[in-house]
C-alpha cells in the first residue's frame, strides 16, 4: 500500500537554477480531452489512481466513487505547454490544471493555446498563521502533563476514558517538516509520508536543502494532535493513523507553494484519508473580496476534497490585528471546518481572524485553545514549549473529530462537521468571532441528529465477512449483529452503481447467506449492508 501510495503520478520538479526573469502560474485547461465515445473507459482507467480505501469513504458519504475531476490532466494538453520551454512544477486533476514557471513572453505564447482557458498567478507568499513561541508553563493533569487544559477545554480527557483514541480513522496533516524523531512523536501509526518540495518522502529536515526551521511549525502542530509522552503531552487523535505531507517551504519568500497544497490534499484523497488538518492559509494575489470559497485555488481545492467525503480542518488565520483583518483562505471554503482560538480562560484569542467571508457566511466555523498551547519543541527530541496560534488550535479540533468519528462510524463527514457545530458553546448564537464556539468533545460524540435514526457507532458485535474474498461463483456473507432488524444487502461497483439491492430479515446473532456473483466482471466491489440500526461495508474482489 504505501508503495503504491508513493507512486501516485504527480510532478514534481525543483528548479536547480535562477528564474529570476520568471513567475509562478496556474494554467487551467477546458476539458479533460477525452475521445468521444471512451468516457466510460476513461473513469475505469482513473479509478486505478484511488485506492480501495478511498473509494470506501466516498461510498460510505454518499458521494460519486469516481468522478469528472477524478480523471488525470489530458497529457497532449501537457506536452504543449511543455513544448514552449516552460517548467511544469505540478499537475493538479481536480483543478484540471498544472502550475509553471515562466516567462511573461511564454506565458503570452500559453495564451494562444486553444487548450487553455484561464492562466493565473499564484500566492508568492503564504499568510501562514504563523505562531509565536513563549516559554512560561503551567503544571497540570499528571497524565497529560502540561498539555491538560487545551483537551480538557474540549472535553478530550472524557472521550479518551472512553477508550477513543482515533483508531481506525486516517489522518492526514499538510505543513512544514517533522521531527518524528522526537520522544511525542516517535512510534505513532504513520501510513505514508511524501515531501512535495523536493518529491521524496523524507518529512524531517534534509541537510543543505531545509532551514533548521523547517520541522519546527508542524512538529509542534502534530503534537498537539497526536503527540504521546506521559506526564508530558497527550494529542487527542494518539491512535489515529497518520499520513504526512511536507507541503511547506520555508527558506524562501514564496513560503508554501499553492501548488504543494493542491498535490497534497489530493494525495491525502488517494489514500483514503477522513480528515485532513492544515494550518496554511494564502492572501497575496487575492483581495478580500475573493475570500468567498469559491476563487481561491486552495479554496477550490479543499472543495473538491469535502466533495469526496473528507472532513477538511483548516486554520481561520491570525489576522485581528492586521491589515487584513479578516479570514484566510481556504478558511473560507463552505462545508469545512475553518478553526478560531480562545486562551485556557476561554477569551478570544487576541489574533484570531475575524469573519464573516466575502459573501456573508459566518467563520469561523468553531474553536479551540490557540494561546499558549503545550507543544513538541522540534529543536530538541525531548523538550517542549507553549505556542500560539490558530496554526495550534486546528490540529487539536482535527484530533476532536477523529475522536467522534471513531465514536460515530456509520456517521458520514458531514454529520460529524454538523455534530461538532451543534454541541460547540454558542451554537445558538454564532458570531464571527468564535463562529458556533469552543468544541464540546463529548456532547459532538453523543449528538443525536433530531427526525432521524442516530446510525451511531456499530457495537462491537457487529460483523460483516464475505467469502472467498477474492470469489468466483457464490460470495458467503456472515452477518452478526446484536439486535433483530430489516434492512438491505446492496452491492455496488467501483463507480458507485447499485448492482445487487435484496430485502433482509436479520436476526441478533450470526446469519448467513449466500450470493451469486459469476454474472459479473472481475473487479473490486463494495458489500454492504444497510440495516434500520446501522450499516457496515466491506470490499469484495471478484477473480475469474
Known amino acids: 500500500m504505501i508503495r503504491w ?73 501537457v506536452d504543449q505547454v511543455q513544448r514552449l520551454g516552460i517548467q511544469i512544477r505540478t499537475q493538479s486533476k481536480w483543478l484540471n490544471a498544472v502550475s509553471i514557471e515562466a516567462t511573461p513572453t511564454q506565458i503570452e505564447l500559453i495564451r494562444t493555446l486553444p487548450v487553455v482557458r484561464e492562466i493565473r498567478p499564484f500566492s508568492r507568499k503564504l499568510c501562514i498563521d504563523q505562531p509565536t513561541r513563549s516559554e512560561h508553563s503551567a503544571v497540570d493533569s499528571a497524565e497529560y502533563g502540561n498539555s491538560f487544559r487545551q483537551n480538557e477545554i474540549c472535553r478530550i480527557p472524557e472521550l479518551h476514558e472512553r477508550g477513543l483514541s482515533g483508531n481506525g480513522v486516517l489522518l492526514c496533516i499538510l505543513d512544514t517538516g517533522f521531527r518524528t524523531e522526537h520522544q511525542a512523536l516517535d512510534g505513532l501509526n504513520y501510513l505514508a509520508m511524501r515531501d512535495f518540495i523536493f518529491g521524496d518522502s523524507i518529512v524531517h529536515n534534509e541537510p543543505g536543502l531545509d532551514s533548521a526551521e523547517q520541522h519546527w511549525h508542524a512538529t509542534a502542530c502534530l503534537s498537539a494532535m497526536a503527540g504521546v509522552d506521559s506526564n508530558n503531552i497527550i494529542g ?20 508554501v507553494e499553492e501548488d504543494y497544497y493542491v498535490a497534497g490534499m489530493e494525495w491525502a484523497d488517494s489514500a483514503g484519508a477522513d480528515i485532513t488538518s492544515s494550518s496554511l492559509g494564502y492572501i497575496d494575489w487575492y483581495t478580500q473580496d475573493q475570500m468567498d470559497g469559491r476563487t481561491t485555488v486552495v479554496a477550490q481545492a479543499v472543495t473538491e476534497a469535502q466533495r469526496r467525503g473528507i472532513l477538511v480542518v483548516t486554520a481561520q488565520g491570525n489576522e485581528r490585528n492586521s491589515a487584513w483583518n479578516t479570514v484566510i483562505s481556504p478558511a473560507d471554503a463552505d462545508s469545512i471546518l475553518a478553526i478560531g482560538g480562545v486562551d485556557s480562560f476561554l477569551v478570544l484569542s487576541s489574533f484570531s481572524s475575524p469573519g464573516p467571508t466575502a459573501d456573508g457566511r459566518i467563520k469561523p466555523d468553531c474553536a479551540a485553545q490557540a494561546t499558549d498551547v503545550w507543544s513538541a519543541n522540534a529543536f530538541t527530541t525531548d523538550q517542549y514549549s507553549r505556542v500560539s ?26 454529520q460529524v462537521r454538523q455534530a461538532m457545530l451543534a454541541t460547540a458553546s454558542q451554537a445558538e448564537t454564532p458570531d464571527n468571532d468564535l463562529g458556533y464556539g469552543v468544541l464540546d468533545g463529548v456532547a459532538a460524540a453523543d449528538y443525536v441528529f433530531s427526525g432521524v435514526s442516530p446510525r451511531g457507532s456499530v457495537p462491537q458485535s457487529m460483523s460483516l465477512i464475505a467469502y472467498p474474498n477474492p470469489v468466483n461463483g457464490y460470495v458467503t456473507i456472515s452477518l452478526n449483529l446484536d439486535r433483530a ?11 458507485g452503481r447499485q448492482i445487487v439491492s435484496l430485502d433482509k430479515q436479520v436476526n441478533i446473532g450470526a446469519n448467513s447467506f449466500s450470493l451469486p456473483v459469476d454474472q459479473f466482471s472481475s473487479g473490486k466491489y463494495f458489500l454492504k449492508f444497510d440495516g434500520a440500526e446501522e450499516s457496515i461495508t466491506v470490499p469484495l474482489v471478484i477473480l475469474k
Open 236 to 255: 487527542p487523535a494518539f491512535g489515529a493513523q497518520l499520513m504526512l505531507a511536507k507541503t511547506e517551504y520555508v527558506p524562501t519568500e514564496t513560503s
Open 389 to 414: 496560534g490558530t496554526s495550534l488550535a486546528t490540529p487539536i479540533a482535527a484530533g476532536v473529530a477523529a475522536l467522534v468519528m471513531e465514536a460515530n462510524p456509520e456517521w458520514t463527514a458531514q
Open 5 to 77: 501510495i508513493l507512486g501516485l503520478t504527480f510532478v514534481l520538479a525543483i528548479a536547480t537554477t535562477s528564474f529570476a526573469d520568471t513567475s509562478r502560474y496556474w494554467v487551467f485547461f477546458n476539458d479533460k480531452g477525452i475521445v468521444p465515445g471512451q468516457e466510460q473507459r476513461t473513469l475505469d482507467n482513473a479509478q486505478e489512481l484511488i485506492s480501495v480505501r478511498s473509494i470506501a469513504r466516498r461510498l460510505h458519504n454518499g458521494v460519486a466513487i469516481i468522478q469528472y475531476s477524478d480523471i488525470p490532466v489530458n497529457m497532449q494538453y
Open 485 to 495: 432488524q430489516t434492512g438491505k444487502l446492496l452491492m455496488y461497483d467501483l463507480l
